[in-house]
């Protein structure tokens, strides 16, 4: 069995889907993750996760950011970005594409981690008085897509706790389930980022703003909770591929069509592909 990982496909630019629809037909069984980023439109993730679930056996998928979107297009029908969540989860369901925990055979197991991202991921938020912490919140709306078009029936700075206790939930659940025989490898993914060190610092960084929106520092301990050997993550378009205190972390973004004639340009060495993750 082999695992390929992808994030960030944006196949709402049709330049992304014609690419990802040449990608080659995978041997029966493998696997394609896909951490996050497809689209923020049900019919466009519904017409891609089909046309590679032609190319690969079994699909595992996460949404990001841009799949909550409720305030564009197709999207305006939703009252809230829970209410589509809940719509795309079963749009998964119909299609029989993998969103919660599963293990696959005796030897793997794959975990999807739902979640958002918190500020408290930038250590400069966590230096703040409360009144600069809101300031500075306050001002994501300005600058960051989410705030405008993301709709929550709770604070938004509370969403990441929200996904947060249906990972616990999901866990504890996979635990109990497999305590005695659990498998020996586990394949951890999200679409945000789960720690510090997998993203460059702020003063490298184009957008000085990009910590407060792009990780959440519990995630790592949720993956690690499970005995993650590998977890694949998205959202940041930068791509990664360490190991850290014996977690394998890897990114491998598609990217807008924009960022691979941009600034990614000098990083591509060759046709992009999922890439492998797993194989036994």
């Not at 709770?154 to 866990?171: E, G, T």
């Not at 025989?181 to 000085?208: A, C, D, G, Q």
């Not at 977690?247 to 492998?276: C, D, H, M």
Request: net charge negative; glycine share 4%.
């Amino acid at each position: 069995m082999k695992v390929y990982a992808v994030s960030d496909i944006h196949t709402d630019f049709p330049t992304n889907y014609e690419y990802m629809s040449t990608l080659p037909k995978q041997e029966e069984g493998s696997v394609l993750i896909i951490s996050g980023d497809i689209s923020d439109q049900l019919s466009i993730i519904e017409k891609t996760l089909k046309m590679l679930k032609e190319k690969y056996t079994h699909i595992f998928y996460t949404f990001g950011n841009h799949e909550l979107w409720i305030g564009r297009d197709d999207n305006k029908k939703y009252n809230d970005s829970i209410e589509k969540w809940n719509a795309l989860e079963q749009l998964c369901k119909q299609l029989g594409v993998y969103t919660t925990p599963t293990r696959l055979n005796n030897k793997l197991a794959i975990v999807p981690l739902v979640g958002w991202y918190h500020p408290s991921f930038d250590e400069q938020f966590e230096l703040m008085s409360v009144s600069e912490k809101e300031e500075t919140y306050a001002g994501l709306a300005k600058v960051w897509g989410d705030f405008k078009y993301c709709k929550w029936n709770f604070q938004s700075i509370d969403a990441a706790q929200f996904f947060l206790n249906i990972n616990d939930q999901r866990i504890k659940e996979f635990k109990e389930t497999h305590k005695s025989n659990y498998p020996e490898n586990v394949i951890t993914f999200s679409h945000f980022v789960p720690r510090r060190e997998l993203l460059p610092p702020r003063e490298k960084l184009i957008r000085k703003h990009l910590p407060l929106v792009v990780g959440c520092l519990q995630l790592d301990d949720q993956l690690r909770s499970i005995n993650s050997n590998t977890h694949i993550f998205g959202h940041t378009h930068i791509d990664y591929d360490v190991k850290i205190d014996g977690v394998r972390y890897v990114q491998n973004a598609f990217s807008a069509p924009q960022e691979r004639v941009g600034w990614k340009k000098p990083y591509i060495t060759e046709p992009y592909r999922p890439v492998l993750v797993y194989s036994d």
